[in-house]
């Protein structure tokens, strides 16, 4: 399994980013996506879930603001950034579950993680 993630870039607050990251090597409709970040100096944490039937989760900082899809034809799943603020700056990680269907938030549930993408949110 290969995850390849994209996107990711520097934009002043307010501004807005869109993540995709392609699976490759698994079938991709089954399965449970998650975004995660990390900033410096933080534990990584969870953003974004979406099952294999598009049932999403979202945590609290981001809920409102970000949007996660899937487009299975594509192997890919998004995500939108809207609104950015300057704490939303990490690196920004894709992840699979191959044992969940529902959406999940833990991260120690993900099997395969993709190399991450750096997001950079100024004042």
């Known amino acids: 399994v290969q995850l390849q993630a994209s996107g990711g870039g520097s934009v002043q607050a307010g501004g807005s980013l869109r993540l995709s990251c392609e699976a490759i090597?698994?079938?991709?409709?089954?399965?449970?996506m998650g975004w995660f970040r990390q900033a410096p100096g933080k534990e990584r944490e969870f953003v974004a879930t979406?099952?294999?039937?598009?049932?999403?989760g979202y945590s609290d900082s981001v809920k409102d603001r970000f949007s996660i899809s899937r487009d299975n034809a594509k192997h890919t799943v998004n995500l939108q950034m809207n609104s950015l603020k300057p704490e939303d700056t990490a690196v920004y990680y894709c992840?699979?579950?191959?044992?969940?269907?529902?959406?999940?938030?833990?991260?120690?549930?993900?099997?395969?993680w993709g190399q991450g993408t750096q997001v950079t949110v100024s004042s």
């Open positions: 992840a699979v579950a191959l044992d969940y269907a529902r959406a999940i938030k833990a991260a120690s549930l993900y099997n395969c």
């Open positions: 090597g698994i079938t991709f409709t089954r399965y449970v």
């Open positions: 979406i099952s294999g039937s598009a049932n999403t």
